[in-house]
Nanobody, 125 residues
Framework: QVQLVESGGGLVQAGGSLKISCLAS????????MGWFRQAPGQEREFVAA????????YYADSVKGRFTVSRDNAKNTVSLQMNNVRPDDAAVYYC??????????????????WGQGTQVTVSS
C-alpha cells in the first residue's frame, strides 16, 4: 500500500522560494507518474505539476510555469516541488499525489491512486 508524506511547507515571503517534498513508501516513485495539487480556502483543489515515471517528463499549470519545478530523487524515493518567485495566490495546502500508470494524461484522464495529507504553504506580502 503506497503512502505519501509531504514536508517542507511553511511561511515564505512573496518573491521568495520554498521547496516541498513528498516521501513515498510502499512503492518506487520512478515507476509511476507523480504530481502536486493545491487547495486554497474556499477554492477547489487544482493541479500544479506532474512528472512522469519514465523520462521525467514534466507538466505544469499555466499559473506556475516558469516559477515552479517538479523533480524526482529516485535514491531518496521522493518527489519535490521547488517554488520560486512565490506569489500570494500560491498560498494553499499542497498535496502530493500518485497517478495510476507511468505517464500523466491530464486531470480529467489520470486516475489517482494515493494522496498525501498535505502541507501548508503560507505567503506573506
Amino acid at each position: 500500500q503506497v503512502q505519501l508524506v509531504e514536508s517542507g511547507g511553511g511561511l515564505v515571503q512573496a518573491g521568495g522560494s520554498l521547496k516541498i517534498s513528498c516521501l513515498a513508501s510502499g512503492q518506487t516513485v520512478s515507476q509511476y507518474a507523480m504530481g502536486w495539487f493545491r487547495q486554497a480556502p474556499g477554492q477547489e483543489r487544482e493541479f500544479v505539476a506532474a512528472i512522469s515515471g519514465s523520462r521525467s517528463i514534466t507538466y505544469y499549470a499555466d499559473s506556475v510555469k516558469g516559477r515552479f519545478t517538479v523533480s524526482r530523487d529516485n535514491a531518496k524515493n521522493t518527489v519535490s516541488l521547488q517554488m520560486n518567485n512565490v506569489r500570494p495566490d500560491d498560498a494553499a495546502v499542497y498535496y502530493c499525489v500518485r497517478f495510476r500508470g507511468v505517464y500523466y494524461h491530464g486531470v480529467g484522464s489520470s486516475e489517482f491512486v494515493a494522496w498525501g495529507q498535505g502541507t501548508q504553504v503560507t505567503v506573506s506580502s
